[in-house]
């Protein structure tokens, strides 16, 4: 006795042996309701609406970052759940706010911040069969403590669902300055061990603000003067290992090549891939090929690199067949800065681009630039391009590409949003608690943001960023005005009242 499904199942299977034989790559898999497409998360760092241009808003020209849009559906309404790194990092792959975590940015010497006991994208996708990676920046801790870097590092990436990782230990501008694959510090000789400090230096070894002149290629304009690796200072100090410290100009080249590289060797089953691009974050040192390519400084070429690291991935998704059977997602960690810590003339190289386009704030801040970010997926067949206003978070990503593979997960703060991730649907969820720096958080519902009031600096004078602090409520008509200029909660005091009652529920579930 045949059923529909078994019957369906028999007709893959057969299809899988008939490809196989004839040597063709069969990597589609669908049954009744649920489907396997390779799944690709292709994520920036710091990087805003107004620095892609299929935004319409800044002067710069992203066109391989254009196509994934003009393939499928631009969101208006994208968030990531922070305005910094790691906690935006932490939700997408967990599925939870990182409030919750208490997540904020971490040290480069960090324990793993994921409860490896806890379910995960790259785990869900694993569960349905996929093959799992990631490559690029991490930023979620590694280890328990107290960690040798000269010894495998027992917890990470792997631990967390991921088959496959490579990647930088934490940002580009905290050392270790090295890549970790599979837990293993990549090119460390015996004879040049490792050591990793956030309390002192090693004695004897040079920094920042010690040995300007040795600073070659850029010199800090706010912390980041501790260790020196290629001529730039970080944050933290290190000593040793210096045949696997990275090379700034070398590092997109290489995420590229190693992205590509699991595309090509798991083009025959279905896989997940989290490439995880450093641009534009500090230190800003593109390749050669992209200097002086933006007009804008370093900040521009390194969007311009990324942007064709992108086109080069997908061209080698193209090439390999599986266009058509491959979900993108492009999206950012958090929104975009000028100057986060290094003198690179992004302020004064700005000219009339404006990389929150017409938001207020930025990465850190409260207002909507800070996880208001570029958000967009495409499925050539499966999506009808378009733009979508639906309010959408990148931790829904866990539940909405649950539902697509097949898969259950228990209750959490992701919420499964498929139609409107793949454009069926203009409702998205109806409310999203977004977090800023130092654990604030305020609330998007509809087309208002809710700031509760906060006591402190209006700005952070260094990074000439709003924080969005303010003793009073804030409620702001995104609508009306994504600029933000006209704090209306004094106008709309029901509204104030509801969303004050609506963030409250969130935060006490
Ligand atoms: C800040 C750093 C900034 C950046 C940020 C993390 C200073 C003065 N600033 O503390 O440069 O590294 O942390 O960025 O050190 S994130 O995108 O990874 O969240
Ligand atoms: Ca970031």
Request: aromatic share 10%; glycine share 10%.
């Amino acid at each position: 006795m045949f059923t529909k499904k078994s019957l369906n199942k028999f007709f893959k299977l057969s299809l899988t042996l008939l490809t196989t034989l004839g040597g063709v790559s069969y990597s589609y898999a669908e049954t009744e309701n649920t489907s396997s497409p390779n799944i690709v998360i292709i994520y920036t760092d710091d990087l805003g609406i107004g620095d892609v241009s299929a935004y319409g808003m800044g002067k710069l020209s992203t066109p391989n970052i254009d196509s994934i849009a003009e393939q499928g559906i631009r969101f208006s309404n994208g968030y990531a759940t922070a305005a910094t790194c790691t906690p935006s990092r932490f939700s997408i792959l967990t599925g939870q706010y990182p409030w919750r975590k208490g997540a904020a940015i971490l040290p480069g010497d960090a324990p793993l911040l994921i409860d490896p006991s806890k379910i995960t994208l790259p785990k869900m996708l694993k569960k349905a069969g996929y093959r799992t990676a990631v490559i690029g920046k991490w930023h979620l801790g590694l280890g328990s403590g107290q960690m040798d870097w000269n010894e495998h590092i027992p917890l990470g990436p792997n631990e967390v669902g991921f088959d496959y990782s490579y990647i930088m230990a934490a940002t580009n501008d905290r050392v270790p300055n090295v890549y970790v694959k599979n837990g293993n510090v990549v090119g460390l000789e015996k004879n040049d061990p490792l050591q990793v400090s956030y309390q002192k230096n090693f004695p004897g070894e040079p920094t920042g603000i010690d040995n300007p002149e040795l600073l070659t290629k850029m010199s800090f304009s706010n912390g980041h003067y501790h260790s020196i690796n290629n001529g730039v200072p970080r944050i933290g100090y290190q000593k040793g290992g210096k045949s696997a410290q990275w090379i700034d100009e070398e590092m997109s080249d290489l995420f590229l090549n190693e992205a590509q590289n699991f595309v090509k060797a798991n083009k025959s089953k279905p896989f997940f891939l989290f490439y995880t691009l450093h641009q534009p974050h500090v230190p800003r040192i593109p390749n050669q090929r992209f200097v002086g390519k933006s007009g804008l400084g370093p900040r521009g070429d390194a969007i311009l690199e990324a942007d064709w690291a992108i086109g080069e991935f997908l061209t080698t998704l193209e090439q390999t067949g599986l266009t058509d059977n491959t979900l993108v997602v492009f999206s950012s960690d958090n929104g975009p800065v000028l100057d986060d810590g290094y003198h690179d003339d992004a302020v004064t190289k700005l000219g009339k681009h404006t990389p929150a386009g017409n938001l207020r704030g930025g990465k850190y801040s409260l207002f909507d630039a800070g996880a208001h970010i570029p958000f967009m997926i495409s499925w050539p067949g499966k999506i009808k391009p378009g733009v979508s206003d639906a309010l959408v978070s990148q931790h829904d990503l866990l539940a909405s590409l649950a539902n697509l593979t097949g898969q259950q997960i228990a209750a959490s703060d992701s919420q499964d949003h498929l139609d409107a991730l793949l454009g069926k649907s203009k409702q998205g969820r109806q409310g999203l608690v977004v977090q800023a720096l130092g654990g604030k958080t305020a609330y998007r519902e509809g087309n208002w943001l809710f700031i509760p009031p906060y006591w402190g600096d209006e700005k952070l004078a260094k990074e000439d960023v709003e924080t969005g602090y303010c003793s009073c409520y804030q409620l702001y008509d995104l609508n009306e005005d994504p600029g933000q200029m006209h704090n209306v909660a004094k106008e709309f005091p029901n509204e104030t009242k509801a969303m004050l009652t609506a963030y409250r529920t969130v935060m006490a579930s």
